[in-house]
């Protein structure tokens, strides 16, 4: 067994592959060449199925499996797929004229990448498109310790497409030859790839940061709605203490020692709620160090004095 690298650290360009066999038990569209490694699909112009080739023997955890498209044809819509499965392609009476057409379109013995869509038993998942490849282009998958399925195009992982696959069983590789693509050489890499952590931690680290962000997002939303929500109120509050101003209320100024001292003190369940709204909106404007108006001046100490009544001890 050769040595693991880590997938972040290896060239693909270094990468040291060699052709691997494919079983004669093959679709009946299809022409073996050069040792079994070559899978052609003949009057590839006349009919897109009937390409469904698997790899003789199974492929070890850890080893890329990979197919370069050799030869595509422009008549049809579609592509090919690729992915492990836990069935033998001796087993088969008759080898399905597809990847996905029955019994293997919900078969839970079968993982792949079939044109756009990551395929196992009845889930379907849109992933990297492989009806965009061309002629020379490479396209390979592999199954990591932990049963994850990862995908690479030309060499590069386009990311992890299953998990929970039974690294206990044998998993043969298995690739359909199917519409555009009309010819592919099957190879494994020398040397055993191992997914490395990180790439696994980094994307966890994503998601906790995107959740930690829409909290955020969503806590200033908040803010801006309890905000927009005061204006009115603000607004009637002025109102209020304007007309008891005419009619001789006085309010004691407050230093902004006794002012922070008050609002952290006071006996706030006691405050009528846009009382305290508007406290957490002064606080807010002291800690930004935003200009406070002199009409928010006025409400405030209007407030405060409410506290100093409410709370003895309190001076």
């Not at 498209?69 to 992915?83: F, N």
């Not at 497409?161 to 099957?186: Q, T």
């Not at 957490?280 to 160090?289: D, K, L, N, R």
């Amino acid at each position: 067994m050769g040595q693991k690298n880590s997938l972040l650290m290896v060239d693909p360009a270094t990468w040291s592959t060699r052709a691997v066999q494919l079983h004669i038990a093959c679709g009946k569209g299809i022409v073996l060449s050069e040792e079994g490694s070559v899978a052609q699909r003949k009057d590839a112009t006349r009919q897109p199925k009937d390409g469904l080739v698997h790899t003789a023997w199974p492929i070890a955890v850890g080893r890329l499996f990979q197919v370069t498209i050799l030869e595509t044809v422009d008549k049809w819509s579609g592509s090919m797929g690729i992915g492990f499965t836990t069935i033998s392609p001796a087993e088969y009476n008759v080898i399905p004229s597809s990847a996905v057409s029955r019994p293997l379109e919900t078969s839970p013995c079968h993982w792949l990448l079939w044109g756009t869509t990551l395929r196992h038993k009845k889930k379907r998942k849109r992933f990297a498109d492989l009806t965009l490849l061309r002629e020379g282009q490479t396209v390979g998958c592999l199954v990591t310790q932990t049963g994850e399925l990862h995908f690479f195009v030309d060499g590069r992982h386009v990311g992890k497409g299953w998990s929970g696959l039974p690294v206990d069983k044998p998993l043969w590789g298995l690739a359909d030859v199917y519409g555009k693509c009309s010819k592919i050489r099957a190879q494994v890499l020398s040397d055993e790839i191992m997914v490395d952590r990180q790439l696994t931690e980094t994307t966890h680290e994503l998601v906790k940061a995107k959740d930690s962000l829409e909290q955020k997002d969503s806590l200033i939303q908040q803010l801006k709605d309890q905000i927009n929500q005061m204006d009115s109120e603000i607004q009637e509050l002025q109102t209020t203490i304007a007309g008891r101003l005419r009619e001789g209320s006085t309010l004691t100024p407050l230093t902004w020692t006794e002012t922070i001292r008050a609002l952290g003190t006071c006996d706030k369940p006691s405050l009528p709620p846009v009382y305290i709204n508007f406290c957490m909106y002064i606080s807010f404007c002291v800690c930004a160090h935003i200009e406070i108006s002199d009409s928010h001046h006025v409400i405030l100490l209007h407030i405060l004095n409410h506290c100093v009544a409410c709370t003895p001890g309190l001076h």
